[in-house]
């Protein structure tokens, strides 16, 4: 059975930071490209970052380059998602997800990722 288990949301100012764990089981986790993506309420799933499997590289939105950085230890099967410089519209739930044979091409697709997790809350405001 997969799992994909989020934490790390919370409430944080303008310019503050915060740190998204995603601890996946269940899966050949070194193989799996693994992203985030956001969701606001009536919204559809949107990308925010992704690390793919076998030693491949790492993509981001065009709104969060710079600003957060995506990376995974395998050795502990998670992905995490550092995010600095939050802005009020970052406020949404984040959402890890965890895709096998992804093309390069669909990375930032929601619907070529296999499994989702339970989402975590992030809200930015003063």
């Known amino acids: 059975q997969v799992q994909l288990v989020e934490s790390g949301g919370g409430l944080v100012q303008p310019g503050g930071s915060l740190r998204l764990s995603c601890v996946a089981s269940?899966?050949?986790?070194?193989?799996?490209?693994m992203g985030w993506f956001r969701q606001g309420p009536g919204n559809e799933r949107v990308f925010v970052a992704t690390?793919?499997?076998?030693?491949?590289?790492?993509f981001y939105a065009d709104s969060v380059k710079g600003r957060f950085t995506i990376s995974r230890d395998n050795a502990k099967n998670t992905v995490y998602l550092q995010m600095n410089n939050l802005k009020p519209e970052d406020t949404d739930v984040y959402y890890c997800?965890?895709?096998?044979?992804?093309?390069?091409?669909?990375?930032?697709?929601?619907?070529?990722?296999?499994?989702w997790g339970q989402g975590t809350q992030v809200t930015v405001s003063s």
């Open positions: 997800a965890a895709g096998n044979r992804i093309i390069l091409s669909s990375v930032r697709r929601p619907d070529a990722y296999d499994y």
């Open positions: 269940g899966v050949n986790f070194r193989t799996y490209t």
């Open positions: 690390f793919r499997g076998n030693g491949g590289s790492s």
